[in-house]
Nanobody, 126 residues
C-alpha cells in the first residue's frame, strides 16, 4: 500500500513559479513510477508529468513541456513538480499518483494509476 500527500500549492501570478511536493509512504516507493495529474473546474483530469523508478526518462504533457520539471528523491520517498512560467490555464487541483507498472507510460494506464493523493490547489492569476 502506498499513501501520497501533496503540498506546495497556492496562489501565484502569471509568469511565477511553484514547487509541488508529494510525500509517499510505503516500502515499495522506490520501485514505483510517480506522476502528476491535474483537474481544472469543469474539465476532466489530465496527465501532466511522470518519472520512472530510477528517476530517468521523465515525460510531460505538451502543454507543460519546457516549463515544468518532475524529479524524485528516493531516499526521501518524495517527488516534486517544479512549475515555471505559470499561466492562468495552469490553474487546477494537482494530484500526485503512483503505480507499480513502471515500464508503461503513466498517461496510458487504464483506468489510471493505482494510487492517488488528495490534491493541492494551484491558482495562477493574470
Amino acid at each position: 500500500q502506498v499513501q501520497l500527500v501533496e503540498s506546495g500549492g497556492g496562489l501565484v501570478q502569471a509568469g511565477g513559479s511553484l514547487r509541488l511536493s508529494c510525500a509517499a509512504s510505503g516500502r515499495t516507493f522506490r520501485s514505483y513510477a510517480m506522476g502528476w495529474f491535474r483537474q481544472a473546474p469543469g474539465k476532466e483530469r489530465e496527465f501532466v508529468a511522470a518519472i520512472n523508478w530510477s528517476g530517468g526518462s521523465p515525460y510531460y504533457a505538451d502543454s507543460v513541456k519546457g516549463r515544468f520539471t518532475i524529479s524524485r528523491d528516493n531516499a526521501k520517498t518524495t517527488h516534486y513538480l517544479q512549475m515555471g512560467n505559470l499561466k492562468p490555464e495552469d490553474t487546477a487541483v494537482y494530484y500526485c499518483a503512483a503505480d507499480p507498472r513502471d515500464s508503461q507510460p503513466m498517461n496510458t494506464l487504464s483506468p489510471g494509476p493505482t494510487y492517488w493523493g488528495r490534491g493541492t490547489q494551484v491558482t495562477v492569476s493574470s
